[in-house]
């Protein structure tokens, strides 16, 4: 099963991909999609959407997992471009018909690290161990993160079918 893990950003989207066939998590691809703060909102969504697009298409995905909208009360507006960014992803898998689960970033941290509360460090670390991936400098936190949304999907759809 190939799962893509998305954290998403207006300036950054974060992408990993891994395959968990024979009960083992292979890293596949990572990467990040970066738009320019010049450029007007409807081109950088444009460009999330068409990167996110090529991605999907060079894979024969069978599952995204992107992580849940949080917004602080302190920060509307960053809740905002978020949102505008999740829903050019949301609208790219799918057309490309590919089943999107959502998770709280509460949820992931506890599925690959056993706290809801560990840092993205801690997240990094994990993720990297996880995946045998020894550079930390070539994964920046955006990656991290993105795969560490695909980990924990392949996590929460093993425990769901041992408990149906």
Request: aromatic fraction near 6%; proline fraction near 2%; include cysteine.
């Given at each position: 099963?190939?799962?893509?893990?998305?954290?998403?950003?207006?300036?950054?989207?974060?992408?990993?991909?891994?395959?968990?066939?024979?009960?083992?998590?292979?890293?596949?691809?990572?990467?990040?999609?970066?738009?320019?703060?010049?450029?007007?909102?409807?081109n950088?969504?444009?460009?999330i959407?068409?990167?996110?697009?090529?991605?999907?298409?060079?894979?024969?995905?069978?599952?995204?997992?992107?992580?849940?909208?949080?917004?602080?009360?302190?920060?509307?507006?960053?809740?905002?471009?978020?949102?505008?960014?999740?829903?050019?992803?949301?609208?790219?898998?799918?057309?490309?018909?590919?089943?999107?689960?959502?998770?709280?970033?509460?949820?992931t941290k506890?599925?690959?690290?056993?706290?809801?509360?560990?840092?993205?460090?801690?997240?990094?670390?994990?993720?990297?161990?996880?995946?045998n991936?020894?550079?930390?400098?070539?994964m920046?936190?955006?990656?991290?993160?993105?795969?560490?949304?695909?980990?924990?999907?392949?996590?929460?759809?093993?425990?769901?079918?041992?408990?149906?």
């Amino acid at each position: 099963m190939l799962i893509l893990g998305i954290d998403p950003g207006l300036n950054t989207t974060g992408y990993g991909i891994i395959d968990n066939s024979q009960n083992k998590l292979k890293f596949i691809e990572a990467g990040f999609i970066k738009t320019s703060v010049n450029d007007s909102i409807e081109n950088r969504l444009l460009r999330i959407h068409k990167e996110l697009t090529g991605i999907i298409k060079r894979h024969r995905l069978d599952a995204a997992a992107l992580e849940k909208l949080y917004a602080h009360y302190k920060h509307p507006v960053t809740a905002c471009l978020l949102g505008h960014a999740r829903g050019a992803i949301c609208l790219a898998c799918v057309q490309n018909n590919i089943p999107l689960f959502e998770y709280a970033a509460t949820r992931t941290k506890k599925a690959i690290s056993g706290r809801g509360s560990a840092s993205k460090l801690q997240i990094q670390q994990m993720v990297l161990n996880l995946l045998n991936l020894k550079e930390k400098k070539d994964m920046p936190l955006d990656i991290t993160d993105a795969l560490s949304l695909a980990i924990a999907h392949s996590y929460i759809m093993k425990i769901n079918k041992i408990f149906k």
